[in-house]
Nanobody
Framework: QVQLVESGGGLVLPGGSLRLSCAASEKIFSIDYMGWYRQAPGKERELLARISSIGTTNYADSVKGRFTISSDNAKNTVYLQMNSLKPEDTAVYYC?????????????WGQGTQVTVSS
């Protein structure tokens, strides 16, 4: 069973930076895209950024210009560099990998890592 292991969350001051990492426990084939989501208390999970297998990126308006997604396909690892963090960025952050199989798409999720932006 493939697992996604996230790291890099924590407590940071407003205006600070964090880098999240998400690594797959074993090789995932036929990746369509990898992405990062977050969920704040009382809110729905929202897509923040996504990177396709060929490197095309998409960002939510709320993080555009502040967050950067990147990946190392050989290592099945995806990163999220977060700069200029705001208190409203406080949430649990999840990584996601979608692969394409003969039977359709399959989603893998990390366990989540807490990011708290506070003074």
């Amino acid at each position: 069973q493939v697992q996604l292991v996230e790291s890099g969350g924590g407590l940071v001051l407003p205006g600070g930076s964090l880098r999240l990492s998400c690594a797959a426990s074993e090789k995932i084939f036929s990746i369509d895209y990898m992405g990062w989501y977050r969920q704040a208390p009382g809110k729905e999970r929202e897509l923040l950024a996504r990177i396709s297998s060929i490197g095309t990126t998409n960002y939510a308006d709320s993080v555009k210009g502040r967050f950067t997604i990147s990946s190392d396909n050989a290592k099945n690892t995806v990163y999220l560099q977060m700069n200029s963090l705001k208190p409203e960025d406080t949430a649990v952050y999840y990584c996601n990998v979608r692969s394409m199989t003969a039977f359709g798409s399959r989603d893998y999720w990390g366990q989540g890592t807490q990011v708290t932006v506070s003074s």
